[in-house]
């Protein structure tokens, strides 16, 4: 079979050459339509470049966002790229991004339930029994399902698109040993929910990752439910109870909370959190914080884009598109504000 070239393509999508050699070689100043047009030509030619990647649908489509917590910096950063890629996207004609009023299994059905005319939609949920019926129900009703950050286990949804969380609560231990290093005492860990697969996988890979140091141990985990002011009272509560602490991670949000309590220690333990945002950063400038390990939230709104549509055009594997790795962030590393 002979291979199609440059010029194949430009025919097939009526376009100049010069738009397909900027579209191919992923230039600027190709719009949206035009991108779109070169790739689904390049597909059905089989373009050597392409093959492997994922389907798109052959229509423009709808899809949601289904989330808690959008007064979290990290699911408002995913909210908003998911809002502007869709914008940008001539595959979609419609993008929802709709809020959970709560983490409850009761408060997603209610969502789910409210849903309209939609064709995927990406989910940011606990890994419960009735969350997971719930998923499967909609899938069993045509809705594509993409998870977003955290998975659910045993559910017929599409693609997960995040961070391996055993791996980021690994980078996280193993940080944290070298950060207190010649240091020896307990080292207390906070989660929102160990009900979210994502964190119950990175308390994990950070225990299993800390049971070598002898010098470390590491205390039963306290759940937060994402709350500030209930984490700033489990840090101080513990600091009274162990005031040798050694270091303090952090699972998931209510990252505030432990700001607020060791706000004014004077020697303060090794601070290990997750996501860079600009609370974050600012926390890290001003030396109140050692570590971030980052999961890219732009790139995780950018690929659930990606995936959902790929799930509709019948797609259940992902080739081509960048993993989602998790990134260690130290003052040295900070990124400039505004980059990716």
């Not at 499967?136 to 045509?142: E, I």
């Not at 944290?176 to 979210?196: E, I, N, W």
């Not at 005031?243 to 303060?268: H, K, Q, T, W």
């Not at 600012?282 to 050692?290: A, L, Q, S």
Request: glycine share 8%; net charge positive; aromatic share 4%.
């Amino acid at each position: 079979m002979t291979r199609a070239t440059i010029k194949d393509i430009a025919a097939q999508s009526g376009l100049s050459t010069s738009t397909v050699d900027r579209t191919l070689n992923g230039r600027a100043g190709v719009s949206a339509l035009n991108r779109y047009r070169v790739m689904q030509a390049a597909q059905r030619l089989g373009y050597p470049a392409l093959l492997g990647t994922m389907p798109m649908p052959s229509r423009p489509v709808r899809i949601a966002l289904l989330t808690p917590h959008l007064d979290r910096a990290f699911i408002t950063l995913v909210a908003e790229t998911i809002s502007t890629q869709a914008a940008k996207n001539p595959l979609v004609s419609s993008c929802r991004i709709i809020p959970i009023r709560s983490l409850s299994s009761e408060d997603l059905q209610h969502a789910v339930d409210a849903l309209a005319d939609v064709e995927a939609v990406a989910v940011i949920a606990k890994d419960t029994p009735q969350n997971r019926e719930t998923i499967n129900g909609l899938v069993g009703a045509g809705v594509q399902v993409v998870t977003l950050a955290t998975d659910l286990k045993g559910t017929t949804r599409a693609f997960y698109v995040g961070v391996d969380n055993h791996a980021a609560g690994r980078t996280a231990g193993r940080i944290t040993r070298l950060l207190a290093a010649g240091k020896s005492g307990p080292v207390a860990v906070y989660a929102g929910s160990r009900a979210f697969l994502g964190h119950k996988q990175r308390e994990d890979g950070f225990v299993n990752h800390l049971k070598a140091d002898p010098d470390l141990l590491v205390l039963p985990t306290v759940e937060t439910q994402e709350d500030s002011t209930a984490m700033q009272s489990a840090v101080t509560s513990q600091l009274r109870r162990t005031p040798n602490l050694a270091a303090i991670y952090c699972v998931g949000a209510g990252r505030r909370g432990i700001i607020e309590a060791l706000n004014g220690l004077r020697d303060r333990p090794v601070v290990v959190m997750h996501d860079l945002t600009d609370k974050s950063r600012h926390w890290m400038e001003t030396g109140k914080i050692d570590a971030i390990i980052d999961q890219n939230a732009q790139l995780v709104g950018e690929q659930a884009v990606q995936y959902m549509l790929g799930a509709i055009a019948g797609s259940r594997a992902a080739p081509g598109l960048k993993q989602v790795n998790p990134r260690l962030i130290l003052l040295e590393n900070l990124p400039k504000r505004n980059a990716p």
